[in-house]
């Protein structure tokens, strides 16, 4: 069967800071992933989506960036958080629906 | 574009009773997909319920079922028999069936927060 992980599950970072979060899938190949971010008690944002390695599509202009350097292995980045970028960040991956992580919370300080 | 609205931002029901989550979207699709997740307090996003547009059947999972009007482009979200564990946010979803450019994208509506009350 088909699992996603995220880590990790909960991160600090001040202001200014770099970051890189991860998120594996196992038991499935060449899936489309996908990043996400969600502000509490609000919707999703669709951030970043991959179909295959080194392919990356941008839905909205911002201070991150991602990556995708294996077939299941798909991080997300920054070079210098903003307060602006906490927030809750889901990964997922599709078959027909989509199955997500179990998310990060970061908080940005 | 596609739009997916949920019309209820929180929704209450008592415990053992039945609830409808309303949802509707806008397409010139005629072929495509409709989900239902939960978002408990953990925040995982939990997938309920699966509606393919070409199935005529409305789909049913346990005591989650849904009312699928295409041409009303309406697509609503029954729970029977509530319990305590299906307080959450539900989100409807839209997917498109094609390939090309959709990539298997969902859009999402706003969330309809649930509260089941003992």
């Known amino acids: 069967s088909q699992t996603i992980h995220q880590w990790p599950a909960t991160l600090v970072q001040p202001v200014g800071s770099p970051l890189s979060l991860e998120c594996t899938v196992e038991g499935t190949s060449n899936p489309n992933l996908y990043w996400y971010r969600q502000a509490a008690g609000r919707g999703l944002q669709l951030l970043f989506y991959?179909?295959?390695?080194?392919?990356i599509s941008s839905e909205v202009p911002q201070n991150l960036s991602a990556s995708r350097p294996q077939d299941r292995q798909f991080i997300l980045s920054s070079k210098k958080l903003l307060l602006s970028d906490s927030g809750f960040y889901l990964c997922?991956?599709?078959?027909?629906?989509?199955?997500f992580g179990p998310g990060t919370r970061l908080t940005v300080l | 574009a596609q739009t997916v609205t949920q019309s209820q931002p929180e929704m209450s029901v008592q415990e053992a009773e039945t609830v409808t989550l309303s949802c509707t979207y806008d397409t010139s699709e005629s072929d495509y997909y409709l989900f239902w997740y939960k978002q408990p307090p953990s925040r995982q996003m939990i997938l309920v319920i699966r509606q393919e547009a070409y199935k005529q059947q409305n789909a049913t999972e346990n005591r989650f079922s849904v009312n699928f009007q295409k041409a009303a482009k309406s697509f609503s979200l029954k729970i029977s028999d509530s319990q305590l564990g299906d307080a959450a946010m539900y989100f409807c979803a839209y997917r498109s069936a094609s390939g090309g450019t959709s990539y298997g994208k969902l859009t999402f509506g706003q969330g309809t927060i649930l509260t089941v009350h003992p």
């Open positions: 997922a991956w599709s078959a027909v629906e989509q199955f």
């Open positions: 991959s179909v295959g390695i080194g392919q």
